[in-house]
């Protein structure tokens, strides 16, 4: 997600964002790997499908594996919306 | 500061580039196997003999031809399937082929003891060596064989 998250940022999900709602295009999510479960990925959403799915790229898409490798992921999976990287302070904002 | 850091650090780690969070590829390691294979071949057309411990021997290049052949294969498929990506394929359209034919190579090689089968895979490990560094636009990254 270089270069609006850099590696060892710490960053805050809200993760009660998506409950009622579908994510939309532009927004960085948190959500699980669906070839993995257990590693949990950070990508913008790209496209919104009308069954629901979505698609996920990242923003450093030389080095990304994302939704061009995995397909898109079912919303089941996305677990909430970054909002704000807080560390390190230089870098603390709202991600976008 | 450290201290602070540590307060604030967050609970879950969750991964921004690509599968594991290490992003490190390199055809070093597929080059390497496919430099095996092709010692394995060589020592294999050169022994002579039929007694207990040549074969023995035979037997110990066969499964290490076998197995490095194995291990090149999946090294080039982690590279074909995991670095690669679309704007790779738009740069260099024969990437497909070249993975292709690599694989099958190590496939060939499995099957046959053929020199000329294990100089060819160490020949398409270095074609997958230059697309691999054009791709990050590195030329200080020389192709060598350790053998």
């Given at each position: 997600m270089f270069p609006v998250l850099c590696s060892a940022d710490f960053i805050m999900v809200d993760?009660?964002?998506?409950k009622n709602r579908l994510p939309q295009v532009g927004e960085v999510v948190l959500a699980l790997d669906p070839r993995s479960h257990d590693l949990v990925i950070v990508k913008r959403v790209s496209a919104v499908y009308p069954d629901g799915t979505i698609e996920l790229l990242g923003d450093n898409t030389g080095e990304s594996t994302d939704s061009r490798l995995f397909g898109p992921i079912p919303k089941t999976l996305i677990l909430g919306r970054v909002r704000i990287?807080?560390?390190p302070l230089s870098r603390f904002g709202y991600v976008r | 500061m450290n201290f602070i850091k540590g307060l604030l650090r967050p609970s879950q780690v969750a991964s921004?580039?690509?599968?594991?969070?290490?992003g490190v590829y390199d055809p070093a390691s597929a080059r390497i196997a496919a430099e095996a294979v092709l010692s394995m071949a060589k020592k294999l057309v050169a022994l002579e003999g039929n007694d207990l411990a040549t074969e023995n021997t035979r037997s110990r290049y066969i499964a290490i031809k076998e197995e490095q052949a194995q291990v090149a294969k999946t090294e080039l498929l982690i590279l074909w399937?995991?670095?690669?990506k679309p704007p790779h394929l738009e740069a260099n359209p024969e990437i497909h082929n070249i993975f292709w034919n690599a694989a099958k190579l190590c496939s060939q090689n499995k099957v046959e003891v053929s020199v000329d089968a294990a100089q060819a895979l160490v020949d398409t490990c270095e074609q997958v060596h230059n697309i691999f560094w054009a791709s990050k636009s590195r030329d200080d990254v020389s192709f060598y064989t350790a053998g």
């Open positions: 993760k009660c964002f998506y990287c807080y560390w | 921004a580039h690509c599968d594991g969070p290490c399937t995991d670095y690669f």
